[in-house]
């Protein structure tokens, strides 16, 4: 199975070379994008090493060339999984908004699965705006939500909120793989 993975930009995304890694061990060819606010906590060049593949940016979409790039992320990958996903790309995905490279493929996705790993801060993920977004999102496309853990958090509150554990990704990655 061909994994897409979109990392946007939560402190939880430093988690991301291992979760690829451990992709990469069973077997899935994983490519990555980072959003630009994403490599303040995750390094491209980690992500590439991990996947054997390149980690692309919104650099990447900009090239002087005749392929574009969200269209054949798109159509290369079987899943695209967000994590994590925090409330402004949840946002920009339910409104439509396609100003980066992550959301302009998200747009190009189609039918294929959807997997949304939240983690945000809990008042960020009790927002009603929060269940919304997911909602309208599922009217659009094969969304499997992720549901985030209950956790001391980064800014050092304790609740809903923290990224799944690695398992729990995994297991939702190869559950999207089965009919």
């Not at 690829?20 to 899935?28: E, P, T």
Request: charged content about 20%.
């Amino acid at each position: 199975m061909k994994i897409l993975i979109g990392i946007s930009s939560s402190i939880a995304a430093y988690r991301l070379p291992n979760l690829v890694s451990q992709l990469r061990k069973q077997g899935y060819e994983v490519k990555t994008i980072v959003t630009e606010r994403a490599k303040s906590f995750v390094a491209p060049q980690a992500l590439a090493v991990m996947s054997e593949n390149s980690c692309y940016t919104d650099q990447d979409e900009w090239q002087n060339t005749q392929e574009v790039l969200h269209i054949q992320l798109a159509k290369w990958c079987d899943v695209l999984l967000i994590a994590p996903l925090t409330a402004n790309t949840l946002a920009k995905l339910n409104h439509g908004i396609c100003d980066n490279l992550l959301t302009s493929t998200v747009r190009a996705l189609g039918d294929k699965p959807l997997l949304l790993a939240p983690a945000m801060n809990t008042a960020m993920w009790e927002n009603g705006l929060t269940a919304r977004h997911i909602r309208q999102l599922a009217e659009f496309y094969d969304i499997t939500l992720i549901q985030p853990v209950a956790k001391r958090l980064a800014d050092g509150d304790t609740g809903m909120g923290g990224l799944a554990e690695d398992e729990t990704i995994l297991k939702a990655i190869e559950k999207s793989g089965k009919v």
